[in-house]
């Protein structure tokens, strides 16, 4: 059984940094990307970043947070906060082949349960 938790989230000031982490199992890592998503109050789920399966490809990331955020594997460290960073996180897993994950939602078929970040301006 494909299991996902996220954490690591919480209050930090705007310019701060917090570090999410995964907590994955289940599944054969060798085959499945990972990827970070967030949804913000009354707004649409945005993908973040993703990693290829194996962890041996490409991480991309959404302009946004170009700079900012660093995904390793299974955690995203997160930099220079902003305001408009707050969301709830969320990571998922889904099978995929290939050095290069795809940035897209439908391509992640296991999710895990948010953590909320909040920054403060």
């Known amino acids: 059984e494909v299991q996902l938790q996220a954490s690591g989230g919480g209050l930090v000031q705007a310019g701060g940094s917090l570090r999410l982490s995964c907590e994955a199992s289940g599944f054969d890592f060798e085959e499945y990307a990972v990827g970070w998503f967030r949804q913000a109050p009354g707004k649409e789920r945005e993908m973040v970043s993703c990693?290829?399966?194996g962890g041996d490809g490409s991480i991309r990331y959404v302009d946004s947070v170009k700079g900012r955020f660093t995904q390793s594997g299974y955690r995203l460290q997160m930099d220079s906060l902003k305001p408009e960073d707050t969301a709830v996180y969320y990571c998922?897993?889904?099978?995929?082949?290939?050095?290069?994950?795809?940035?897209?939602?439908?391509?992640?078929?296991?999710w895990g349960r948010g953590t909320l970040v909040t920054v403060s301006s």
């Open positions: 990693s290829s399966a």
């Open positions: 998922a897993v889904g099978r995929q082949y290939g050095h290069r994950c795809l940035m897209a939602s439908h391509a992640y078929g296991y």
